[in-house]
């Protein structure tokens, strides 16, 4: 367990890489078996119902290893990690093998950012999107003519009072940029 047979060997050459060597005996012979090891590699993905990952098995020593990363429909991959330490940012991972590895395959949830306006035809906004967790988002409100800008909200809260408001995202954002109209003041007066 744990090895394969590589080949018979004598004086230092292969003479035979079948398991069983056939051969008819003329002289007294030195044969060495040559095994190598085989090594084990796991992969498994965080968070568990992220996404899934190939590449787990059995590989013998010294061979090429590409372990490959898909992330969910909400999920972005972010990096494969071993024992805590990040060793690849590539989706397809490839190594060559000398030990067992248990690979970790580390998502970050996508989160929705939704932007609107109030009153709808008082400007517009930018920003909507899918965002990965954790990133930067700027998210801008833009008057039309009539209207000013007055704040971003969120559940009737005002989160800003800038028009460009930006944020590290960690959940889903509703954000409504709320204008007002311009209010104009009429002066009589008395010319001479």
Same mark, same amino acid.
């Given at each position: 367990?744990?090895?394969?047979?590589?080949?018979?060997?004598?004086?230092?050459?292969?003479? &035979?890489?079948?398991?069983?060597?056939?051969?008819?005996?003329?002289?007294?012979?030195?044969?060495?078996?040559? /095994?190598?090891?085989?090594?084990? %590699?796991?992969?498994?993905?965080?968070?568990?119902?992220?996404?899934?990952?190939?590449?787990?098995?059995?590989?013998?020593?010294?061979?090429?290893?590409?372990?490959?990363?898909?992330?969910?429909?909400?999920? &972005?991959?972010?990096?494969?990690?071993?024992?805590?330490?990040?060793?690849?940012?590539?989706?397809?991972?490839?190594?060559?093998?000398?030990?067992?590895?248990?690979?970790?395959?580390?998502?970050?949830?996508?989160?929705?950012?939704?932007?609107?306006?109030?009153?709808?035809?008082?400007?517009?906004?930018?920003?909507?999107?899918?965002?990965?967790?954790?990133?930067?988002?700027?998210?801008?409100?833009?008057?039309?003519?009539?209207?000013? /800008?007055?704040?971003?909200?969120?559940?009737?809260?005002?989160?800003?009072?800038?028009?460009?408001?930006?944020?590290?995202?960690?959940?889903?954002?509703?954000?409504?940029?709320? /204008?007002?109209?311009?209010? /104009? %003041?009429?002066?009589?007066?008395?010319?001479?």
């Amino acid at each position: 367990p744990g090895y394969h047979f590589v080949e018979w060997a004598e004086n230092g050459s292969t003479v &035979s890489t079948s398991d069983n060597y056939n051969f008819t005996i003329y002289n007294d012979r030195t044969l060495v078996a040559t /095994f190598a090891t085989n090594w084990i %590699v796991t992969t498994t993905q965080s968070p568990i119902n992220a996404g899934s990952t190939t590449g787990s098995g059995t590989y013998t020593n010294g061979s090429s290893v590409t372990v490959t990363a898909t992330a969910g429909s909400d999920y &972005s991959f972010v990096a494969w990690t071993e024992n805590g330490s990040s060793v690849s940012t590539s989706t397809n991972y490839n190594f060559t093998i000398y030990n067992d590895r248990a690979l970790v395959a580390n998502f970050a949830a996508n989160w929705i950012v939704t932007t609107t306006q109030s009153p709808i035809n008082a400007g517009f906004t930018t920003g909507s999107g899918n965002y990965t967790n954790g990133s930067s988002v700027t998210v801008t409100a833009t008057s039309a003519p009539g209207y000013h /800008f007055v704040e971003w909200a969120e559940n009737g809260s005002t989160v800003s009072t800038s028009p460009n408001y930006n944020f590290a995202i960690y959940d889903d954002r509703i954000l409504v940029a709320n /204008f007002a109209t311009n209010s /104009f %003041v009429a002066v009589k007066g008395t010319y001479n």
